[in-house]
């Protein structure tokens, strides 16, 4: 393989990346199944004997235990709230349980930083918002559920929920707020009577994925859970059963999961989680899609719907148990609901010794631990050289930048040269090609031995190609899951988490990758980047041997990324183009530097057929 190969190799991976990323974004758009997963009130669903996942089986029979349906009450809702430095929680009756977190140093959206006149509560950013179950919710038959009406009571250092059934049961729920984003909460089931209670296999609802605002359109909504020593995501893409992650293929509706070994598991969208750590590992993990009812059903809330009304909703399996007469029985979890950031989670999951952090999906996506490795090496100097210089993240992107390249300096360096020395021998690499063209064999051994006569390596300009390849993922993975960058600004960019979108020109909605339901964005820097890839690529000079079309079409391949980054973070785009001007840059200044290429030495002449003159 040459080195055009090893090129073209490596833009075929990258544009596989984003073409698998793209098009989880494109689907997400896509109308889901027609029929209703499922509602608040009801209980459609269905299984498939599908093929199981890594961590878990997928669904089970149609005779296996089904996922149960949440018994609302008839009586008006009661809602208490709690609030403290980081958090608003508010408890439902219906339910007994958590059933919305408002993250009060985060708003639901960027513009959204005051509260509005006329609205009674700030627009933060929330967790389990429109869910139709609230967290900690028992679901189960009536001998569990009751009538599903909660006394609410305040306590000096939370909130009690209890419920008393008629054949001596106590159910008493307890919530504790902490720091850090953390609630201390437990399930205690007392038998208060004489005689034995036996309790069916019930679950414990620990929340429901949502999207976070109204620019949601549900992609990066999703569900996780450790069995101790790796996470398992499954979101939009499982239940659609894709194909390669993209393509649908018949819908599954019911996930399961685990064997006693759930040492915790969360919801999750792109910037904040609500995780469920139970102090002795659950039983199992069931989820099943839900369709999400509209902000004033159930809420009173003026909150405009997010564009996905798709959610996902955990429990946590129980099997089946019996009460001693005064027996008690106690659940006890941690409830992390916050922001997804890495420090925060990394020292809950060392408190806990749980590996909380791995939320964060480094390891989830291609390279694994690898890229992970770079992606978490990045996310701490990112925030280390915000703190020390206090800069704006835009500018500490441009400043790791530069980092990056000075680092690959030697690298790219040794491959200008080594480029440089190819051509000057391109003439005698031609004479020797065409001398035995006949003999492929023969061929590449006369050509390695040209090669380390002359103390080339042909395969020397591909390695920093190679080399950056992780970590060019490793900053992508970064830059799209930090919620640092959430709200961050920039020159003309008002979030550098989503893209620089100056204006929207109405009516090209048509256009497919590029337009969203509004009309043709117009973003500045990914323009910008394809610009500064076109001028690096008509600068690099083309590879010895190279079909004339080949070259052309890498040429102007730089084309084709734009339309898998033109609705990309402006945090990426900005990298990409800071990178490509270092590049251009580097490659003038190394022009200067090394020496013009000898003229090359003509061919060698045939010699004259025998018995002719010359």
Known sequence: MDRTSVIILAICFVLFVLWSVHMQRYYSRRPGPTKPVATATTNEFQTNAAAA???????????AQEPFTFVRPSATEELVTLTNEVARYTFSSHGGGLKLVELVRYPQTISARSTKRGQTAPEFASLNTRAPVPVLALLGDTAIQGDGLFKL????????????HTNGLLIVKKFELSSNYLLKASIELHNTSTQSVTLPPHQVVIGTATPMDPDDDGTYVNLLWYNGSEAEQIGQAWFENRFLGCFPGKPRFVYRAGQTNVV????NNRFFTLAAMPKTPAHELVAVPVILPQPDTHT?????????NLGYQVALNYPECTLAPNQTVSIEYHLFAGPKEYRTLARIGEQFNNELQAIMGFERVLGGRFTAFFAKLLLVSMNGLHDLLKLGYGWVIIIITFIIKILFWPLTYASMRSMRRMQALQPQIKAIQEKYKDDPAKLNRKLMEFWKENKVNPFGGCLPILLQMPVFIGFYIMIHSAIELRGARFLWVNDLSKPDTLFVIPGL??????STPEGLPFNLL??????????????????????????????????FFLLFLYNFSAGLTLYWTVQNLLSIAQMKLTKIELPAPA??????AKPAPPGRKK
Do not use: Y
């Open 509 to 514: 909605n048509f256009i497919p990758f590029l």
């Open 53 to 63: 996942p890594k961590h878990g089986h997928a669904l089970r029979p149609a005779h």
């Open 153 to 164: 009571v305040r306590t000096a250092s939370g909130i009690h929920a209890e419920q008393a």
């Open 264 to 267: 915790w598991a969360s919801v």
């Open 300 to 308: 009173g809330s003026t909150k405009p719907a997010a564009r996905s």
């Open 526 to 559: 990914p323009l910008l980047m394809v610009a500064t890839m076109l001028w690096q690529s008509h600068m690099t000079p083309v590879a010895p041997g190279m079909d004339p079309m080949q070259a052309k079409i890498l040429r102007w391949m730089p084309l």
């Open 599 to 604: 003229a090359a030495a003509p061919a060698p």
